[in-house]
């Protein structure tokens, strides 16, 4: 492995420094801005200093995006201090996204270079009157003799009065449908007096100095160049950018909960009852343990996820939509359990660490709504159920992609955006490798290479992964009506998938690692653990004790709790 410092490493160096008590990223000042909802104005300028913004351009464009999981480290870095700023900065990558998969390269390369310099995108997906339903919108788009002429607006947009640029999709036919819209990059700066403005400021529960805000556009006249991609292709165009949004926001959550984790260790090292400290008591530790488990859990989803935009790019459709499902809801649950643990402190503004960890409550909350929720994120699945079904009985799977997607040290290929599609004809390798990869692990256990204990739960983890694929093969088909029992069928199915990236995450680096998470399978036994009870809630799984052991980890963890930095602690690659 190079010596070089990974751009993540030299960023969390940088903002080390700037949480001084006079730094941008000093927590009493980030308290402080969020109590006065404003925008963290010099944190982004810090950001912008890094030279962050290049890496949300891939290098193909002149930037210095060349692997996602990367942008998922550096954006984890960030939200670890300050989801606002996180988000404020962060949403350039996603206003960009179109261009980056459907405009031409002359555009692309304009925009890298704009971004790059620090300038920032917005993205108009939503309305008022219609949030998710895209195929609602009614901003349009009509032809004129040399361009494009808006009218509508857009609403709650982060970054609408700030952004100078803005990615709209727009009614391009009146009728409407899956062919009648289209995506333009707007530069606000080049739009004459009077042809748009921008809406109030919303204020918001969390995230509260953000700009979330919208724009309307009054008959506002755009060049023919403003274009991005084919007439009417817009709707594609957005669902294809969201596979990469989608995969990469999720960073906001590590952040947030990597945040948590560290707020709730101190305190429970500081804090006293019974003349012992809360982290010796047993009933605290266990929840700690169990909290790390669902961290570890989202780590190796995102993991997964991000590499797969490389490797497994005829997949994202799957892969995105999961991931986002996930890694949210696995988060919410970790600061719900942390925020028990905290008590009181969970939720006052001025008695611990300037009342940080109710900001990182109720800022993360909006993780799982942008970019498609949680229930659309979940409907995609669950429209994908009769394909995900064939391809488990017939155990198709690309086995080369499904390598690379889950061994940390092969190298990963240039993401060709052009293979996103709107469907994964091959369902989703991950789970499909799952049976294969539980012969390799018993053959492990088998040979004194894994712990049994560890085999027997992969194996409980494979019948209800069949029994899950048995249900799906059982739901009919629904376009419209969507029943619940599809949407318990999907979450099912998530657990599934997070179970099998973390059974082949591990059986990728199971030699190599020698990190405390590794030892003995530890972070894997108790990832396991954990699905099961979410797949076979009445079931007992395993040992408990495994929480016991891994919260053991998380009170002695130097920095930030990580099984990937974790691999690399005794020489790894």
């Known amino acids: 492995m ?11 160096a940088l903002l080390r420094e700037l949480e001084s008590p006079d730094g941008p990223f000093a927590p009493a000042r980030i308290a402080e801005l969020d109590r006065k909802e404003a925008f963290p104005d010099e944190a982004c300028e810090a950001l912008n200093a890094f030279g962050l913004g290049a890496h949300y351009v891939p290098t193909k464009h002149g930037g210095r995006l060349a692997h996602f999981p990367e942008l998922v480290a550096l954006w984890r870095t960030v939200a670890r201090r300050d989801l606002t700023a996180a988000i404020g900065h962060g949403k350039t990558f996603l206003g960009g996204a179109c261009t980056w998969v459907g405009g031409t390269a002359e555009q ?38 040399d361009g494009w002429r808006l009218r509508g607006e857009k609403w709650l947009i982060n970054n609408a009065t700030r952004g100078e640029l803005i990615s709209v999709l727009a009614r391009t036919d009146p009728a409407g449908g899956p062919r009648g819209f289209s995506v333009f990059l707007v530069d606000k700066r080049q739009l004459p007096p009077g042809a748009f403005h921008c809406l109030p400021k919303e204020r918001t529960h969390g995230i509260r100095g953000a700009d979330i805000s919208g724009i309307a556009f009054n008959d506002a006249d755009v060049p023919a160049s403003a274009l991005v991609g084919k007439p009417g292709g817009g709707i594609e165009l957005v669902l294809k950018a969201l596979q990469l949004t989608r995969t990469a926001a999720v960073a906001m959550s590590l952040g947030a909960a990597d945040h948590a984790l560290r707020l709730t260790v101190e305190f ?17 530790r266990r929840p700690l343990g169990t909290a790390a488990t669902q961290l570890l859990l989202a780590e190796a989803v995102s993991t ?26 696995a988060i919410n649950d970790l600061l719900a359990q942390l925020a028990d643990l905290m008590g009181a402190r969970s939720f006052l503004t001025d008695v611990y660490a300037h ?10 909350r909006i993780i799982a709504i942008f970019d498609g929720s949680t229930l659309v994120n979940r409907n995609a699945v669950i429209n994908q159920f009769p394909a995900l079904v064939r391809a488990f009985r017939q155990g198709r799977r690309d086995v080369a992609g499904l390598a690379t997607t889950t061994t940390l040290t092969a190298p990963l290929p240039e993401p060709d955006l052009s293979r996103l599609g709107l469907i994964s004809t091959g369902g989703c390798s991950v789970v499909q490798g799952l049976p294969d990869a539980l012969l390799r692990l018993q053959a492990l256990a088998d ?20 029994a899950v694929h048995q249900r799906m093969a059982a739901q009919p088909p629904s376009a419209r009506d969507v029943p619940p029992e599809a949407f318990h069928l999907a979450e099912h199915y998530e657990a599934c998938f997070a179970g099998a990236a973390c059974v082949q995450l591990w059986l990728g680096h199971a030699r190599e690692a020698r ?5 003995d399978a530890l972070w894997l036994e108790a990832c396991l653990v954990r699905v099961l009870s979410r797949l076979c809630p009445e079931e007992q799984h395993g040992d408990a004790s495994v929480f016991d052991r891994l919260a053991d980890v998380v009170v002695d963890a130097p920095g930030p709790f990580s099984l990937l930095t974790d691999a690399r602690t005794e020489g790894a690659p």
């Open 515 to 519: 990190g405390p998470l590794w030892h």
């Open 108 to 145: 692309a390369v304009a925009l890298g270079e704009a971004v790059s310099r620090g300038m920032r995108v917005s993205w108009g997906l939503t309305e008022r009157h219609h949030g998710s339903d895209l195929l609602a919108g009614e901003l349009s788009a009509t032809p004129t003799a």
């Open 355 to 364: 009342g940080m960890f109710q900001k990182v409550e109720r800022d993360h």
């Open 268 to 284: 429970a090292k500081g804090h006293h009852l019974y003349e012992r400290r809360l982290v010796d008591l047993p009933r605290a």
């Open 447 to 466: 040979r004194g290479e894994a712990p049994q204990a560890v085999a027997k739960l992969a194996q409980s983890l494979g019948r209800a992964t069949d």
């Open 2 to 12: 190079s010596t070089a410092a990974l751009p993540s490493q030299a960023l969390d």
């Open 304 to 329: 997964v996820g991000s590499r797969a935009l490389h490797a497994l790019p005829a997949e994202a459709s799957l892969t995105s939509a999961l991931t986002k499902a996930f890694v949210p809801t």
